[in-house]
């Protein structure tokens, strides 16, 4: 018993830890056309490209700072979200706000 918990908690670290590295905050200047913010469908085209930014982005600062493989998909994920959502604010568009509500569901 007492070993099957610590081999829990140990998994269970395994995925935490790594996970907490990827919520650190940093800035970065995303490039978009403001023009074609202008329509609901260039918006979404922005937004797509934005998002692969963040992406990319997050997936970049990972590659040093996780060595487990299995966590860093995830790490990816929740860095963007988390890094995408602040970007859309600080835009102050209502089309590309209204393609990220959607994409959140």
């Known amino acids: 018993m007492t070993r099957s918990l610590?081999?829990?908690a140990l998994l269970?670290?395994?995925f935490a830890a790594?996970?907490?590295?990827?919520?650190g905050d940093f800035k970065m200047d995303v490039?978009?056309?403001r023009a074609s913010l202008a329509t609901p469908e260039g918006a979404s085209s922005?937004?797509?490209?934005?998002?692969n930014q963040v992406a990319q982005r997050c997936a970049d600062a990972q590659l040093?700072?996780?060595?487990?493989?299995?966590?860093?998909?995830?790490?990816?994920?929740?860095c963007t979200d988390r890094t995408l959502s602040p970007a859309v604010r600080d835009i102050a568009n209502p089309n590309?706000?209204?393609?990220?509500k959607a994409a959140e569901g």
Do not use: C, W
């Not at 922005?46 to 998002?51: L, T």
């Not at 590309?96 to 990220?100: C, F, G, I, K, S």
């Open 46 to 51: 922005e937004y797509a490209k934005i998002r």
């Open 96 to 100: 590309l706000t209204a393609v990220h």
């Open 31 to 33: 490039k978009f056309s």
């Open 12 to 14: 269970l670290s395994a």
């Open 64 to 78: 040093g700072s996780n060595k487990m493989n299995f966590t860093r998909d995830l790490q990816i994920e929740t």
């Open 6 to 8: 610590i081999a829990a």
């Open 18 to 23: 790594p996970a907490f590295a990827a919520t």
